[in-house]
């Protein structure tokens, strides 16, 4: 009889303890202790870290526009990277990027975030890269963890190519509610902003986003936030894909109104607004505007006056997204492109 | 032993859930108490063969026990008078004492007789000598070939008897770090398209004691021609304070030799210009620069915790922890090139003290 009503919890228990085990199967078992207990485990550690760090240290960049430094990661062999958004600062920006081995390839600043200071920037028309796999999980499969083992890499201050970029070792020591953004004790400075952060699986878990106050407490943005979706169900990669500045917060500012630039003159008529010049060297004429081309709508909009085109202009910057519509010849056409800089 | 499979299920299952939001506590952390309680084995060896240095009461330096009998390498830009800060002047506005040097090792072991037998500015390494027969000097291992990611121990904080380990990786390749000549010979340079000339010469200084005033053309260092500021700083990096340096210049059309006799930098006349990274990186150390070759580690450590050894989990001397350079960067002086310094010195001495005693 006692020996029954003993086995009962027991067996409950076992059977919770497996399917938590299951569950987190892939999960270097250092990660769910408190402290390392034996210099086993140190060395667990140690040996995961090494297994990993030659790979994901190849697709680590240094990022610099000639006056500053940031780092980012390649994610795709053709060279997307991601990268913090206070390092990008904007949308459609020129961009050096330096491997570890000091090649250089040139880079334009795609889309950003900043609220959480998540980017991403495109190397151009160069193949075969280095890369580590971003992996797009949904919220529920979440996996890193306060006390995971992570490691950071970057390059501190800059580049020097004889000292290479930096690797540190840290633990998770503060997850934020929404997930987005959390803290590890991994070392960092200024010029590591933008660099990864892996754990001991060697995956891509976060970016870095700000030096703390104290040593032992940093900012990573997570590479969840990357993958979210906002209150429409779009989701922020497949924006910042398409150049998109989101949010209006501390880490980019964004282009003030009446920066944008369409690169076409109209006249009024009986018909409407009529295309009389167009900037040759702007994105209007390059998509296929013509003169001549009578302005149906802009963004679903008619407009009838050079006035109200121009006060519509006063509103837009730089960046933002416009759609013509034109009659031309009886025929009309669309074309979607991104306002240049006036 | 039932119960005790129990807890443990429990605590595999449920503790990570309950973690998923919040703080992680600071003992738990890389550098926290709890987490460095593994490293005992290690903690014993650096108790035993590191030496605390103090410069009055204060603590400036750590040491490595190099001899049984009372060698050891410190940090040597650390062990100088160093300058009292403001609000130190203030509580003590007209006194100017130089404090004794002090150096405790193990857990009850003081010395209070230091000597200073030589300060190698090329390394900022400074070998003292104290009076002791039992020392546990430090195993040293080839460090040359360690990978990146190798855990490694210094020394972190530390009681009078007891001392503390810190604990990172290795974190990136060994290099040599460039800055400024060790030595001065106390002249503004005027790189000009005929040559190398002197703006102005500082009083007292190696050039204005050789007689070279303004105006006056180096062609000639130590043999090498000189045409430009480049070329006499590379004659200069290999020296050392006391070396001589034979200068040719012209003066008045004509070519005059002369003999220099080199001085230290002063620690505090290097640049104290703070970048953006240094506002953020606390105490780093006033010479983080001009070493010949270092290996780097994430070890977070203040400008005065360097001059320690670094070791690995087996207990084995990696190195001398050399600079804070900032936040995010330590150097330490591998294994190799700290033995070569150390034998290099004490074979010095033992000519000297041959030619002594002939």
Redo the contacts between chains.
Sequence with gaps: MMKRQ?SW??AV??L??F???TQ?QSRPYF??Q??????E???A??LA??SH?ERTREATVCITNGAGFGSGVIVSKDGLVMTAAHVTAGVNKKFTVIMEDGTEHEARSLGLDSSTDAALLQIIDVENLPFVEVEDNPESEITT???DWV?SIGH??GFDK????????????????DASTFQS????????SGGPLFNMEGILVGIHSR?GKV??QNMHVASYDFFKKDSAGLKKWDQMLDSEFMGNSRFAKRPRQGSGFMGIAVEETSEGLRVTDLDEAALAAKEGVEIGDLLLSINGDKYNKRAELASFMKKKAEGEKVTLKLVRAEETLEFTFRLEKR | MKNLLITFGLMAGICPLSLAQGSLDSELRLNGKKTLEVFSAQKETIQNSSAVIYRGYKRVAYGVVMSKNGYILTKASELEDQPATTSEKAKRPAVKEVLPLSIRIGEDKVYKDIKVVKIDVTWDLALLKVDAEDLSPVDFIDSSELSQGTIVISNGATSRSERRVKVGVISANPREIQGPAPVVIGVMLDEKKAGLFIQSTTKDGAADEAGLLAGDQILRADMKTISNRDELIEVLMSKQPGDELKVVYVRKGEEVKCSLKLMARPTASRSRRMSRNDFMSGRFSRRRDSFPRVMQVDIPIDDKSCGGPLINLSGECLGLMIARANRAETFVIPAKELQKVYAGILSQEAQTDGNKSE
């Design positions: 003993h919890p027991l228990v076992i919770g303890f399917l938590g085990a987190v990660n769910d408190a402290v390392p207990n034996k210099l485990d140190v060395t550690i140690e870290l090494k760090l963890k306060l006390g490691y501190s201050g004889s000292r290479g970029s930096v690797v540190r070792l840290g633990r998770i020591v503060r997850l934020n509610n004790d991994c070392t960092l400075i200024g010029g590591d030096v040593v032992d």
